[in-house]
């Protein structure tokens, strides 16, 4: 059966342009998510010793976030220098340190001013790995929302929509809708990452 083809108008062109922006955004996104994430172990791989001197909790939704104020020992170095410790509840037990009380620490290399605790390394890169999940997401339904729609662009909607079972490979019809699906979701999880991820799983968001 023969395809009935349409021109596209200026108009029609307006939501490739928009996915096709997102697509740049997004894949600018996933190489830096890659870029933070194998680059992890060396950007906070300075670490060193805390002496706690006091600290004050934050509630949060789900947990604590608790800000300390001591002294730093770095590891290449006895000279302490002052410094804030940031970390959630979870990784310091079921209390926050004490005045006096040592923890060891990880911090951005070069950067002493401010420290987190060791026992929530692993968290914070768990954390990383989930929260970049969005701009993955986002890359995915951009790129096969526009592969779906070159492949149907200049075929009419009846053609499209009920006839499918006619032409060679129908599945391309309902690319854009999966596309779509994937875009929505990648903007859902970037509210989550946003606004609830790092308070559900303890972290401080770091990356």
């Known amino acids: 059966m023969e395809q009935r083809r349409i021109n596209t108008t200026p108009l029609e062109l307006i939501p490739p342009v928009v996915i096709g922006l997102i697509l740049l955004v997004s894949l600018i996104g996933v190489l830096s998510a890659l870029s933070s994430i194998t680059g992890f172990s060396t950007t906070y791989g300075d670490t060193g010793v805390f002496e706690n001197d006091r600290c004050e909790s934050e509630p949060l939704r789900v947990t604590e976030r608790v800000t300390c104020t001591g002294l730093l020992t770095p590891s ?73 729609w070159y492949l149907t662009r200049e075929i009419s909607s009846e053609d499209a929509e009920f ?45």
């Not at 001013?113 to 692993?122: D, H, K, L, Q």
């Not at 599945?171 to 999880?189: I, V």
């Open 76 to 148: 290449e170095s006895t000279t302490t220098v002052p410094a804030t410790m940031i970390g959630p509840q979870a990784a310091f037990g079921s209390n926050p340190p004490v005045g006096g009380e040592r923890v060891p620490v990880y911090y951005r290399s070069g950067v002493t001013s401010e420290v987190y605790p060791e026992e929530g390394r692993t968290t914070e890169l768990i954390r990383m790995l989930i929260g970049r999940l969005d701009v993955l997401f986002l890359f995915v339904g951009s790129i096969t929302w526009l592969v779906g």
């Open 163 to 207: 006839r499918q079972h006619h032409f060679r490979f129908p599945q391309r019809f309902g690319m854009r809708s999966a596309g779509t699906k994937w875009l929505l979701f990648g903007f859902g999880w970037w509210l989550i990452d946003r606004f609830v991820l790092d308070d559900l799983l303890g972290t401080v968001g770091l990356g």
